[in-house]
């Protein structure tokens, strides 16, 4: 399943969250692929889009960077996926 992962950078974390990008708490754990990122263009919030089955390991990934960012985490379909649920 597909998840959209909104993410707000906590302001007074601005200045540290960039670097982790690279490091631990960035790139998702094994189980969850990621898709691709946007970010504002002031860089204070943004998504992923990432697919994963474990949906623990998604949880845990944000749970990592929480100290820095708070998170949403949407299930989401793609645009032939919402047509084909809708004609059911």
Not at 1 to 23: D, E
Not at 25 to 42: N, Q, V
Request: glycine share 10%.
């Amino acid at each position: 399943m597909q998840f959209m992962v909104q993410f707000t950078l906590r302001p007074a974390s601005r200045s540290t969250a960039t670097p982790r990008l690279t490091t631990a708490g960035g790139p998702p754990p094994d189980g969850i692929t990621m898709i691709g990122g946007w970010h504002s263009a002031i860089m204070g919030e943004g998504f992923n889009l990432v697919e994963t089955d474990d949906i623990e390991a998604l949880a845990g990934w944000c749970a990592q960077r929480a100290d820095r960012s708070s998170f949403k985490i949407v299930p989401v379909l793609s645009d032939r996926e919402a047509r084909e649920a809708a004609s059911r």
